[in-house]
Every structure is written in C-alpha cells, then in structure tokens.
C-alpha cells in the first residue's frame, strides 16, 4: 500500500492586506462638535437646553453627542453643576 500524498495548500496571488495606523480624529474650526466644545468651555458652560437650541438638536442629541464624542472619543473631562436655570456642563 502507498502512502498518501500531502496535500499542499494553494498560495492566494493576493498580496497581504497592509496594516494602516489609526488616523487621529482632527476637528475643523467651523463644525458644530467645535462651536459646542467652545460652549462649554466658556466661563458660564452651558444648559442642555442652551446646546440644542443653538444646534437645532433635541435634547437627546446633545446627551448622546457629550457622552459618545467629547468624553469616549476625545477623552474630555465634562463636569455639571446643579443652577438655577438647570444643570450646567463645562469641560473641566
């Protein structure tokens, strides 16, 4: 009895996929992720109702634009204080 031959794997003609370097998250000047990181870093910060009227976003919006891109993404530090006019938020 002959022994069976190897079977030999086939070599793909596609070259290997290249390895990019994760691109750094660059802000323009004029969007509205850096009119509301100036908002709230001004001396008064800003209410949430402040931020979706001046974005024309509902207020869930600006909750979820705060947690998801200021703080996880850009690693921002946003702190809020309780006012009279309602929670205030600024980057500390």
Not at 28 to 55: H, N, V, Y
Request: hydrophobic share 35%; proline share 7%; no cysteine.
């Amino acid at each position: 009895m002959s022994k069976p031959t190897p079977v030999k794997a086939k070599k793909s003609s596609r070259s290997a996929p290249t390895k990019r370097k994760p691109e750094v998250p660059t802000v323009r000047e004029s969007s509205k992720q850096t009119k509301l990181i100036a908002m709230l870093k001004g001396p008064a910060g800003a209410t949430i109702d402040q931020m979706a009227k001046a974005f024309g976003w509902q207020k869930h919006t600006v909750r979820g634009v705060m947690s998801g891109v200021l703080k996880k993404k850009l690693d921002l530090k946003i702190v809020s204080t309780d006012a009279e006019d309602g929670r205030v938020y600024r980057i500390a």
